[in-house]
Structure formats: C-alpha cells, structure tokens
C-alpha cells in the first residue's frame, strides 16, 4: 500500500487519501468525482446524484456525467428530465417538440395534441315561450350535449352545447297564478263543511229518536192497565126449559 493511501477510511471507502478521498469504494457503492472550487475529491454514495447516471464494471461502479441539457438520465444517450428550456421526447431533450406534438409546460414533455370531443344532442325540449308552456302558439325547444373531452393547447375547440329552434304549438290558456290553489282550497273547505253539516243533522236525528222512544216508555209506565169488559155469554142469564 502506498503511504498516502488509507485504508481505515470513512463514508464507505475501501481505500483513501487525505489529499483526493475515496480512491475506491465498497461493493455496490459508486465512485463518483465531486468537484470542490479547483479541487476534486472522489466520494462513495449508494446511488448517482442528479446529472448523472451509474455503470458497474467487475472492479468498480462509477458515476458518469449526462449530457449538458439533461437533469437525471438512465444512460448518457438516454434522457429521463431534461434541464429548464428543454422538451423530453423519446429520451432527448429537445428546445422545439416535432411536428404533429405540443409542448407541454407542467410536464416539460412532447405531447400529442388533443382534440375536443362532444357527446350526442339529448332530445329536443318541450316547445316554451319566456319559461312558459301556455299562452302562446309559437316558441322555441332546445337541445344541448356536453363535452367528454377538452382540447390541448393546439388541439381543435369545443361546439357549441346548446342549440335552439322554433317551434308551434296549440294554444292552450294559462291557468293564473294562485287560481287552481284557491279552487283547491275552497273545494276543500266546501267539502268540510258539508260534511260538518251532515254529521250534525245525523246527531240531531238520532238525539230525536232517542229521545221519541223514552217518551214512549214513560208514557206505557204511567198509564193505569184497563180492565176487560165481560163477554155477551157471561151477561146472558140461564134460560128455564122445565115448561
């Protein structure tokens, strides 16, 4: 072993020196080179930091730089974010999205472009006039239908979602407002009165007949019983045969 190298070194180090770090890293740890002002000293970290990717050889995985324009890459060919400015596309990173593709700000990807879509009309509506269905001969009916896809920013817009037409009608006249309640409720009351009337006039009869038929029995209770006159036999005298 050289006398500057080290081998009771931290961070992971198999071998070190005071003046470079880490010469050589543990099994499944990456060797990666951190710059410090002019200096450079090598490290040892369980995964690459960002901007760079990891390669394993039989003595030593090292961390290697992506390209200028990528922020976190699988290989130096193969981009997986690109830096502020760029478009990530089939792993490289682009500053214009190809044709047939838009540019997608929240993401920073190459999209493809969506167009709107629209669902079928619904039936027409009742023919109405000022929110009415009487009253009139001619009025309008509507349809309407509703958007199942909204557009990208390049994408085709939206139809309309509603569509009106004329239409006629038989004129009918309004009933007023309030009318069919207050016919309702006098209907109502009537009703209720005429059946207050007749269970009153039913009490009254059956007060009266009760009332009939005690007379009647304290009239058989006072009454002396009459006694029966005696028949035309009993008042006839024997006849005498003997002459």
Known sequence: VHPNVSQGC??????CSDYNGCLSCKPRLFFVLERIG?????VCLSSCPSGYY???????????KCKADCDTCFTRNFCTK??????????KCLEKCPDGLEANNHTMECASIVHCEASEWSPWSPC???GKTCGFKRGNEVRVRE??????ARGNPCPATTESRKCMVQRKRCQ???KGKKNREEKRKKSSKDESKESRQESKGRAARRQNREQRENNNKTQPKKRKAPSKEQNLAPVDTAH
């Open 10 to 15: 931290q961070g992971g180090c198999a071998t």
């Open 38 to 42: 002019m200096k450079q000293r090598g």
């Open 54 to 64: 990891g390669t394993r050889y039989p003595d030593i995985n090292k961390c290697a």
């Open 82 to 91: 690109c830096k502020s400015g760029f478009y990530l596309h089939s792993g």
């Open 128 to 130: 109405t006039k000022k």
């Open 147 to 152: 958007i199942v896809q909204h557009p990208s």
């Open 176 to 178: 007023k407002e309030g």
